[in-house]
Nanobody, 115 residues
Framework: QVHLVESGGGLVQAGGSLRLSCVASGRTFTLYHMGWERQAPGNERDFVAGWSGGTPSYADSVEGQFTISRDNAATRVHLQMNSLRPEDTAVYYC??????????WGQGTQVTVSS
């Protein structure tokens, strides 16, 4: 089992920045991937950014706007979100995938961008 806890969401004006953090606990030695997904009201949950095998990846919609980073122990990831737009408003979920294919999500953190 892997337990994920997110922090850092909130309300920001358009053009502002937020930094999300996620810390993993439990069987973290089994982690293969950590990243972020988001779900806006009425929409499906979408991939935002992730870190697998030492390589970051991003959704096209946030490339150049968001930056994912992780600590050396690979048990904590951060998402620096700059130039935020109202369409970035969503609940952001931290996701972890372990070797063997199991996946875990955090409880989510709300990001609201006002125009």
């Amino acid at each position: 089992q892997v337990h994920l806890v997110e922090s850092g969401g909130g309300l920001v004006q358009a053009g502002g920045s937020l930094r999300l953090s996620c810390v993993a606990s439990g069987r973290t030695f089994t982690l293969y991937h950590m990243g972020w997904e988001r779900q806006a009201p009425g929409n499906e949950r979408d991939f935002v950014a992730g870190w697998s095998g030492g390589t970051p990846s991003y959704a096209d919609s946030v490339e150049g706007q968001f930056t994912i980073s992780r600590d050396n122990a690979a048990t904590r990831v951060h998402l620096q979100m700059n130039s935020l737009r109202p369409e970035d408003t969503a609940v952001y979920y931290c996701k972890a995938v372990v070797y063997g294919g199991g996946a875990y999500w955090g409880q989510g953190t709300q990001v609201t961008v006002s125009s």
